[in-house]
C-alpha cells in the first residue's frame, strides 16, 4: 500500500528540507503515480517529496584533505 488517491491538491506527510520535521504537504506536482513536489504547508516551501519513512541516515562525516591544494 502506497498511494491511496493521492493527486495534485492533496495533503501527505514529507519531511521538509527546510522545517527538517516531517509536517503536512500539499502535493503540487506529481510523476507517474508517484509524488513529486509537495509544498510545505508550514514554511511553505516548495521542494521535492521526501518519504518520512526514509529517514535521514546519519551521514559518517569523514574529514580528510582530498585532493590537490592550490598553489
Ligand atoms: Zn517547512
Known sequence: MVNEDTKVGSTVES???KC????AHLVVS???DRVDKVK?????????YRDPAKRLKAKSVVRRSSGTKPG
Request: aromatic share 0%; proline share 0%; glycine share 0%.
Open 40 to 48: 510545505c504547508n508550514t514554511c511553505e516551501t516548495i521542494h521535492k
Open 30 to 32: 506529481m510523476k507517474e
Open 15 to 17: 519531511i521538509c528540507s
Open 20 to 23: 527538517k520535521l516531517v509536517l
